[in-house]
């Protein structure tokens, strides 16, 4: 019965040495010397041969005279012993100590005096990690949690192989978290988030598939971007702007984002922006202070009574003539507003991008938004009549600043 009713994993290969310690090499698990004389659970094999023959007698003794006092006594110990169990529990017996095949569904007898027994429960059970600052491969600080579903397998193993299950769980799931994002660059984890959280289910199960417990499913949660990557690469890695494109993974993701996103077709326009004189290379390299000094201007007239007027987050992917990219970002979306460089907090309602000479025009009341999206010098990602709330702040500071 209990064959057909589980889905039996190897919990080790008999032949691996007995050495103390959690884990051995990969190709095989070590229970602990605490589980030398425990019969093979994870066979369905009960059989504890450790019992010598004058115990097993005296076992047996034991056994029949409690059956034998429960059945003269049935009809008032029957409330004691008979246990419902419903189809998502088991119970664990412990009978004289040993541990016997697990219980249920059904009416269970448990022995009084004799039987210690603790109930599991089978279904899917849920938690999520909080979100916690990983450094990555490429130098940057990102901060990632994660929420993961599990069950249990088996439910002997969940009860005599950890004390405590949930912890146990969570502390693993966080240490596997942490060692696998490592290895990744910040890139590799927005744009294979998917992938990477199947991974990270599998490394977990390796783990605790001795346990009798089974990870069904973990999913990444973004957080921010703490510390951005070294090198003059940092500016390129953002969160997938492409609606429709979170559930792509690995190169397919990135092969659609080079043709979908703003960045990709943003690029022939920069080139037809570009002067080949001398004298308009020095302006693309004060760009980003140009830029900055922009900011500036703009962070004094943010206020409660703006955030009302809008109520969006807007995110500018800016690009100079030199092929320099920058992120910027103005929130308009809570308490008095923010701005600054670099990527915001939380996820922008609308992503814009442009070269800077548009985006100082633009600001400067010389260039008008719907003109520049309409001919293609803007490329908006998000909601169009969100973004044209931005007029608001470009009336405001030309009012202050004509």
Not at 108 to 125: C, E, G, M, N, S
Not at 136 to 162: C, E, H, K, Y
Request: neutral net charge.
């Amino acid at each position: 019965m209990f064959s057909k009713s589980y889905q039996l994993l190897p919990q080790r290969d008999s032949g691996s040495p007995r050495t103390p310690g959690l884990f051995v090499d990969s190709s095989s698990y070590h229970r602990g010397l605490s589980f030398d004389y425990i019969p093979n659970v994870s066979e369905n094999d009960f059989t504890d041969t450790s019992q010598g023959w004058l115990s097993w007698i005296c076992n047996l003794i034991v056994i029949s005279l409690v059956y034998i006092l429960t059945f003269i006594t049935f009809p008032i110990s029957g409330w004691f012993v008979l246990k419902t169990v419903p189809n998502y529990q088991r119970i664990v017996l412990f009978r004289l100590g040993r541990v016997c095949p697990p219980k249920g569904p059904g009416i269970v007898l448990l022995l009084p005096l004799i039987d210690k027994w603790q109930k599991v429960d089978l279904r899917t059970r849920a938690f999520n990690i909080p979100p916690c600052q990983v450094s990555t491969r490429d130098g940057s600080l990102l901060s990632v949690g994660a929420d993961i579903q599990f069950r249990i397998w088996n439910p002997v193993m969940s009860v005599v192989s950890v004390q405590d299950l949930n912890a146990s769980t969570r502390m693993t799931a966080q240490n596997a978290l942490t060692h696998s994002l490592a290895k990744k660059t910040v890139r590799e984890i927005q744009t294979e988030r998917v992938k990477l959280g199947e991974y990270l289910g599998m490394d977990i199960n390796e783990m605790t598939r001795p346990w009798g417990l089974e990870v069904d499913r973990v999913e990444l949660t973004l957080g921010s971007l703490v510390t951005a990557p070294e090198g003059p690469a940092a500016p390129l890695i953002m969160p997938p702007s492409v609606p429709g494109l979170e559930g792509l993974t690995g190169p397919i993701q990135q092969l659609a984002m080079h043709f979908l996103s703003p960045s990709g077709t943003s690029q022939p326009q920069q080139r037809d922006c570009i002067i080949f004189t001398d004298e308009l290379n020095s302006p693309s390299v004060s760009s980003s202070s140009s830029v900055e000094e922009l900011l500036n201007k703009v962070k004094p007239l943010l206020s409660e009574s703006l955030v009302r007027q809008v109520g969006a987050c807007f995110q500018f992917d800016v690009s100079s003539g030199d092929g320099q990219q920058c992120s910027y970002y103005i929130d308009l979306s809570q308490g008095s507003g923010a701005a600054g460089k670099g990527s915001s907090w939380q996820e922008p309602d609308v992503t814009l991008s442009m070269n800077d000479c548009d985006l100082l025009a633009m600001f400067q009341g010389t260039l008008q938004p719907l003109a520049a999206y309409t001919s293609g010098r803007l490329q908006v990602q998000g909601d169009i009549q969100m973004a044209m709330k931005l007029e608001e702040l470009i009336k405001l500071l030309k009012k202050h600043h004509p």
